[in-house]
């Protein structure tokens, strides 16, 4: 059996892979067998789609989510480098890239500033 996309999702489709297994070993051999006419071929394959769905069908659905939650959470990744690339490329366009080394250089933060105090009179 093979890893998940996802490390976190490996457990989920070893415990997928495992019970699809068991599923399709008894699908197969029946299924195929040349004695069956095609009527008692599709009972048998409703048969056997029934008992996936009830043996293995909440183990897929919950590996299926899982990936779809590490794919979604990797796009946002990739969304944020991006928007970050493209905040850099616009600061180095406008030549801001030297100023800002140039202001690091001269005058470092070693500490981040303090919080502004609240305004008191708002509340």
């Known amino acids: 059996m ?9 457990p989920l489709k070893r415990q997928y892979d495992a019970c699809f297994n068991a599923w399709f070993e008894g699908y197969l051999e029946p ?9 008692q071929r599709t009972k048998f394959a409703k048969e056997k ?18 990936v779809q939650v590490r794919a979604d959470e990797q796009r946002h990744k990739v969304l944020a480098m991006n928007d970050e ?30 919080p502004a105090p609240l305004d008191k ?3």
Do not use: H, M
């Open 31 to 39: 299924a195929l067998s040349a004695s069956a006419n095609a009527e």
């Open 121 to 123: 009179s708002r509340s």
């Open 2 to 10: 093979s890893q998940s996309l996802s490390e976190e999702c490996t």
């Open 85 to 114: 690339s493209l905040a850099q490329k616009a600061v180095k366009d406008k030549g801001l890239d030297v100023l800002l080394d140039q202001a690091r250089t001269e005058n470092p933060l070693k500490e981040p500033p303090p």
């Open 49 to 66: 789609a029934a008992e996936f769905d009830s043996s293995c069908g909440k183990i897929w659905q919950a590996y299926r989510e899982c």
